[in-house]
């Protein structure tokens, strides 16, 4: 066997290992689940005929504001989702785990490959629950089944982009409550964007907030690949965006994990 293939062997036990982990203890996926669907039944059912009357048809690509706020409510379920392979990981570290791996004749890189392949895995099922109550409440896209795929290919290259990095923050943090708390604000920085009205109708300084942070182009791809609204150059800025975070995510992980080992 070469080397590229016990890593992939270690990494698949590794997997196997955490989403068997998830099933056992399934609040975590559910709270992935929950913060998400409680948004959307807020915003739509409490705030929605006001929000969407002051919206207009031209920016919810139909008139109904149930379409303009589901991209950004399954945008937050990927969000969420990076919270826990940050707790997960920082379970495993404070519990001894990873040192007990670090000892063992395994890949190094098989620990977080697993942590993260198994985070991405449910995060996109939670990703896909939400997207079936949004339809349930009304959703209703336009999408060809190319955009669909290229909206669910966004999704998961969002994930994986903010998975690395909790992975990260997961073994850095001293203890589970700093690693839930640290990545806590990734889940509702989308608020502070279009994902609920457009950046438009916020004041100045908080507008330019919404425009240029990272979230912002990656809805309004979304939205435009559901919906068929313009998406312009936003299609670019997020894939951007989302390389970029798995550019610092990935070798910072990397790195934090080996920098470990040598202590």
Known sequence: MTTLSYAAKDSRTMLRRNLKKALRYPSLTLTVVIMPLMMLLLFNYAFGSALGSGIGAAA??????????????????????????????????????????????????????????????QTMISVALVIGVALLMGFRPT???????????????????????????????????????????????????????????????????????????IIETLRGLWLGTEIGSSAVIGLAWCVALCLVGYPWARHTFKSGAKR
């Open 60 to 121: 919810t690509g139909g008139g109904r504001y149930i379409d303009y706020v589901s991209p950004g409510i399954i945008l937050m379920a990927a969000t969420s989702g990076a919270l826990t392979t940050a707790i997960s990981v920082c379970m495993d570290k404070t519990e001894g785990i990873v040192n007990r791996f670090r000892t063992m004749p395994i890949s190094r890189a098989s620990f977080l490959t697993g942590h993260v392949v198994g985070s991405v895995i």
């Open 143 to 217: 999408a060809t089944p190319v955009e669909w795929l290229a909206a669910i290919g966004l999704l998961a290259l969002l994930t994986l982009a903010l998975t690395w990095l909790c992975a990260g923050i997961g073994l850095v943090a001293k203890n589970v409550e700093t690693a839930s708390n640290i990545p806590m604000p990734l889940t509702f920085l989308p608020f502070i964007g279009s994902a609920i009205v457009p950046p438009e109708s916020m004041p100045t300084g908080l507008r330019w907030f919404a425009e240029y942070q990272p979230f912002t182009p």
